[in-house]
């Protein structure tokens, strides 16, 4: 059973740093891009990065563009986000997804979520 | 960036009809779209893939057409269990987008 756990989330000062994990589970993991997705409270979806099999490619959204950094650990089957400079419209909960489904670029897997909440 | 445009917003249905979301893009995306339903509280699942293929383990009553611009996700005959946000997203050109969603509900 395919599996993805989100963890590192909680309340964080605007100007600070946090780190997403996403521990995956129950497929290949160094065979799938994989991806972060958010979600701000009331609000709707937001694609924020991806990275390929290998980590050596990462595409991000022009308002995380510089302050994110989406990485991998394929021995460890974690997927990772590295969030500098936080704002609060970076406010949101964060999924963890996989890109595996359709023809390889639709998210057929998700994790439950972790929120996090840039607030002083 | 390509613009994502879901109508109406929300859409008040009783069991057993034919239920009809719009999608709209602001530009060609070349059936680049899938549909993703979100149950209130729960992640996403992932629907319907490239325009009109239904996932693994989806009901048949959901169905997806379109082209160009213009795309539709379809419900056959509403089930209680339908009722969730409805999101379309491209992926043809980055960034990726999402649409703001249609939030389903029984009327």
């Known amino acids: 059973e395919v599996q993805l756990v989100e963890s590192g989330g909680g309340l964080v000062q605007p100007g600070r740093s946090m780190k997403l994990s996403c521990a995956a589970s129950g497929f290949t993991f160094s065979s799938f891009p994989m991806a972060w997705v958010r979600q701000a409270p009331t609000k709707g979806l937001e694609w924020v990065a991806t990275i390929s099999t290998s980590g050596g490619s990462t595409y991000y959204r022009d308002s995380v563009k510089g302050r994110f950094t989406i990485s991998r650990d394929n021995a460890k089957s974690t997927l990772y986000l590295q969030m500098n400079s936080l704002r609060s419209e970076d406010t949101a909960t964060y999924y963890c997804t996989r890109e595996g489904g359709g023809y390889g670029f639709s998210f057929d897997y998700w994790g439950q979520g972790v929120m996090v909440t840039v607030s002083s | 960036d390509i613009q994502m445009t879901q109508s109406p917003p929300v859409l008040s249905a009783s069991v057993g009809d034919r239920v009809t979301l719009s999608c709209k893009a602001s530009q060609n995306i070349n059936k680049n779209l899938d549909w993703y339903q979100q149950k209130h509280g729960e992640a996403p699942k992932l629907l319907i893939y490239y325009t009109n293929n239904l996932q693994t383990g989806i009901p048949s009553r959901f169905s997806g057409s379109g082209s160009g611009t213009d795309y539709t996700l379809t419900i056959s005959s509403l089930q209680p269990e339908d009722v969730a946000t409805y999101y379309c997203?491209?992926?043809?050109?980055?960034?990726?987008?999402f649409g703001g969603g249609t939030k389903l509900e029984l009327k």
């Open positions: 997203y491209q992926y043809n050109s980055g960034p990726w987008t």
